[in-house]
């Protein structure tokens, strides 16, 4: 299993040797048992030497703290093996961009969601790590594709609250359940106001919910940039939660 | 950014990139490998490779960075009948120096109507003691203090002029600027030229942060023997023209206040005309609210440079905006009456607003009310914004109605569509039904009879990448008028951009107006009504032959990091006639707008309201729109716009100005 530390949320992981720019940056597909549909990815190379990438699938999973786990070996449900692509390695010139094919045939009777990755890696340098221990880095990209089949919908409901403290800083989170066989992401407009009564907005965090598991939301104020301020509390948060064309009204009191 | 947060970015875009490093201590056993999985391959492995995009020239590492562009430029207009053939070559040359800032120039000759303009443009040139340096010469822009180009209400022109500019900044606490040239105006459909008004015109001016919440500017302007089509007063003859700007302003965070005074003394024809206008202009932030407000006094005959300003005109005006996740709402009046007792009073309310329904549809609408001395005219408008599985839609229905002699009532219907459509390519359609009913009129002992035309218009404009190095883009635009027959019509531009090889490649143009149902409803009190008039039919086809080279070492991009990859920036600058934040097929696009990147580099926009930097360093920049040749009342705000840059690719960006309220 290859445990990456996820680095960086735009469409580019570039390190030495390493310049590679991926669009788009995720696939949510719908899809028919016994069709086939095919997809392109574009892999640009921003390096001025031409780049050799390393192509595969993956099974991933999101564990609780957000983090992503890669696994090249299949998983028990996996639909890996719905999926085919193109070619294994790819050269793509300097400033060149390669449309990089792939495609997904759900079998006969196959229902629910499908969920995999296209992982690109390429650029092996080696640095020493210190005491003579040389530890070979690779850039990789993994791009999560979702294959909805007819019918499958997220059913999403909240069972709890809490505020739990992430780096340093109290947030409110509220414990969503999916009782569906899709994923699906919480958005909506939500109001709080602290003990002085002086109105807040928040939203909801758009992490997905996998079919089947309960997730733990964080609900942040609206405020744009990293250094946001602290949450008054205790604070009611009301408002109205919305997912894949369904909305439910929220109202929960949050307290240390 | 932190871990975490970046985490769930990760996997919010879908996207996840990771460093993965792997050692193997010896004293850990390896763990049992887990089966590996082959994946299947498409027909085997043995589809053709497709791959293509800017790359694989060979790259030359020596010297600054530096970016080449010529082009030879072929065109031909017919404008009912009138044939103009542009043809000429046009050059474009960025070099990023380490010691003596960026440098630009900018050059097109024409032949048939000849004309040769080139331009000169030094930014960023660093002194010590934080001084900076930016000088232009050629076909420059004079300059305006930051205080005059800071205004809320009003507008102080600069002017195109054959000269040069100086401009020294010092820590963002002063600017002292100088420009003088022989002003003009800008020509040419595809190859700009310059036509020459004759005469001086010099301007000067300061600005000081003298204290930390304090800023004072002083501009002057003197212009001599220009032929001006605007001629003060008298409208006939060379005019001359001086005068003086001054600025005091103060902002603590929460309030912001601008006292504003001006003279000018506009001579024509041996006589001289002296004039004075004084305004104060405030902005408020109080508990989420944001107050606009100010009072001002122009004289009768106020001139600046060979361009009209407000004059003959005093008042007061007041708005109030607020904003959060789901409101947006701003309103306002303005008061104002004639100082010289000629001119008649008037008032003008407007309001705006829009509810965010949810995630995916908000409601708005808009309505403004025009009073002046006696003549009256409205305007309202609701739409609804849904975002759906096949795009983004707007719907909106708008009536006005004056009270003119003739009167005037309309309504319009427009729908417009953004498709979801795969990545690179992209498409919006509109349809527009007008009804726009005139009354009767009596001009002596003739009666002008009244006349109702209705309009219905299909428009789409869309684009994308038919093949790795050929992308296309189109605006197609159908009208039927009915008024006793019916009339139609259709209006097509179609742009070609095909990369031959690295260095090479061609765009091309073809545009075509057989459309004689111009649209020309605009419902906006603040615009004079105009009827439906017969725009000129006429076609154009326009070809452009491009070499380009970029090459130096290390690669420092326009605004980029050394050793860091580029892109480029194109975009269009347009006229958001109804306000909705995108580009309609209908929307009027500016030519001849100065753009700016990062603050350092400069460019204008065509005829076709485009502009372009190429070689952009990967990453966030700052692209500022210069409202020089905005008519008012559109403004772009503050004119600054954050634009992504990524490698090897051209951000495409559009900038629509919006009526200013």
């Known amino acids: 299993m290859l445990a990456g530390a996820l680095a960086l949320a735009p469409c580019v992981a570039s390190a030495q040797g390493f310049a590679a720019m991926v669009t788009p940056p995720r696939f949510e597909l719908e899809g028919k048992p016994g069709q086939t549909q095919r997809q392109v990815i574009e892999v640009m190379n921003a390096d001025q030497r031409p780049a050799t990438y390393r192509m595969r699938t993956a099974d991933w999973t999101l564990e609780p703290d957000a983090t992503v786990h890669m696994s090249e070996a299949l998983l028990a449900d996996s639909c890996r093996p719905w999926v085919a692509i193109e070619r294994r390695e790819i050269t793509v010139p300097s400033g060149g961009r390669y449309r990089y094919r792939f495609e997904v045939t759900p079998p006969a009777g196959a229902k629910g969601e499908c969920r995999f990755a296209i992982v690109l890696t390429g650029g092996a340098e080696t640095v020493n790590a210190g005491q003579n221990v040389n530890i070979p880095i690779n850039g990789q990209i993994g791009i999560i594709v979702y294959v909805t089949l007819e019918g499958a919908a997220p059913q999403l409901e909240v069972v709890g609250s809490a505020v739990v403290e992430r780096e340093g800083r109290k947030m409110p989170v509220i414990r969503v359940r999916n009782t569906g066989d899709a994923h699906g992401r919480l958005a909506g407009f939500l109001e709080g106001t602290d003990p002085g009564g002086k109105r807040l907005e928040f939203q909801p965090s758009g992490l997905p919910i996998l079919p089947g598991e309960t997730r733990d939301i964080p609900i942040d104020l609206a405020s744009e940039g990293d250094n946001r301020p602290a949450i008054p509390f205790p604070i009611t948060i009301r408002g109205t939660l919305e997912w894949s064309g369904k909305s439910t009204p929220f109202e929960a009191r949050f307290a240390p | ?661």
Not at chain 2, 82 to 101: F, H, K, L, M, Q
Not at chain 2, 277 to 294: E, F, I, Q
Not at chain 2, 509 to 537: E, G, H, K, M
């Open chain 2, 1 to 661: 950014m932190t871990r975490r947060r970046a985490a769930a970015l990760a996997l919010l875009s879908g996207l996840v990139a990771s460093a993965i490093a792997s050692a193997q201590p010896l004293a850990n056993a390896p763990a049992p490998a887990a089966p590996v999985y082959e994946d299947r391959l498409i027909e085997g492995g043995a589809l053709a490779p497709d791959v293509g995009g800017e790359g694989g020239g060979a790259y030359n590492p020596e010297g600054w960075p530096r970016y080449l562009r010529v082009e030879g430029v072929a065109s031909y207009f017919d404008q009912q009948g009138v044939i103009t053939r542009e043809n000429g070559a046009r050059a474009s040359g960025r070099i990023d120096t380490p010691n003596y800032g960026a440098i630009s120039v900018d050059a097109t000759a024409r032949v048939g109507p000849g004309s040769f303009i080139a331009t000169l443009v030094q930014r960023d040139f660093a002194f010590d003691e934080n001084w900076r340096l930016n000088n232009s010469l050629g076909v420059v822009t004079t300059l305006g203090i930051d205080l005059t180009r800071n205004q809320y209400r009003f507008y102080i022109p600069t002017f195109p002029s054959a000269g040069g500019t100086t401009e020294w900044l010092r820590d963002g606490n002063l600017q002292l600027q100088a420009s003088v040239g022989q002003p003009g105006n800008y020509d040419g459909f595809r190859l700009t030229g310059f036509q020459s008004l004759g005469g001086t015109l010099a301007t000067v001016g300061a600005q000081w942060a003298f204290a930390p919440q304090w800023q004072a500017g002083v501009q002057l302007i003197d212009m001599t023997g220009v032929d001006s089509p605007y001629a003060v007063p008298n409208g006939n003859g060379t005019i001359g023209m001086r005068g003086a700007y001054a600025g005091l302003a103060w902002n603590d965070g929460t309030t912001r206040l601008q006292g504003n005074v001006l003279t000018s003394d506009a001579s024509s024809s041996g006589s001289t005309l002296h004039a004075t206008g004084v305004w104060l202009d405030g902005r408020t932030l109080w508990n989420g609210l944001t107050h606009h407000y100010g009072v001002f006094r122009f004289d009768p005959g106020l001139a600046w440079g060979y361009q009209p300003i407000n004059n003959d005109l005093q008042g007061v005006y007041y708005r109030l905006a607020y904003q959060d996740l789901r409101w947006q709402v701003d309103g306002g009046i303005d008061q104002t009456w004639s100082v010289s007792g000629r001119g008649t009073p008037g008032t003008f309310y407007t309001i705006n607003g829009r509810y965010q329904l949810n995630t995916r549809s908000g409601i708005g609408g808009n309505a403004a009310y025009l009073d002046n001395g006696g003549q009256n005219a409205w305007q309202a408008s609701g739409f609804t914004d849904l975002l759906w599985s096949q795009g983004a839609s707007r719907v909106q229905l708008s009536a006005g109605h004056n009270n003119n002699i003739p009167s005037n009532d309309a309504q319009q219907l427009v729908v417009d569509h953004t498709w979801n459509v795969p990545a690179g390519t992209r498409l919006t359609t509109s349809f527009t039904a007008t009804r726009d009913a005139t009354g009767s009129a009596t001009n002596g002992d003739t009666v002008i009879p009244a006349v109702t035309f209705r309009r219905y218009g299909l428009g789409l404009l869309g684009g994308g990448d038919i093949a790795n190095n050929v992308s296309i883009d189109a605006n197609l635009q159908y009208n039927i008028v009915t008024h006793g027959g019916t009339a139609s019509g259709i209006y097509g531009n179609v742009n070609l951009n095909w990369r031959l090889s690295p260095n090479w490649s061609i765009v091309g143009t073809y545009y075509d107006n057989r459309d004689d149902t111009a649209n020309l409803f605009v419902i906006s009190p603040l615009i004079p009504v105009i009827n439906t008039l017969p725009t000129q039919r006429n076609r154009a086809v326009y070809f452009s032959l491009r070499w380009e080279e970029r090459a130096g070492s290390p690669v420092a991009a326009l605004g980029g990091r050394p050793g860091g990859p580029v892109g480029s920036i194109a975009g269009t600058i347009y006229l958001d006639q109804n306000d909705n934040g995108r580009r309609d097929p209908g929307d009027p696009v500016l030519p001849n707008v100065t753009v700016l990147l990062d603050g350092r580099f400069s460019t204008r926009t065509d005829e076709a309201g485009r502009f372009e930097f190429p070689f952009v360093g990967v990453g966030a920049h700052r692209i500022t729109v210069v409202p020089d040749n905005v008519p008012l009342p559109w403004t772009f705000g503050d004119g600054q716009f954050e634009v992504r840059v990524d490698a090897r690719t051209t951000s495409s960006v559009e900038f629509g100005a919006r009526r200013q309220r």
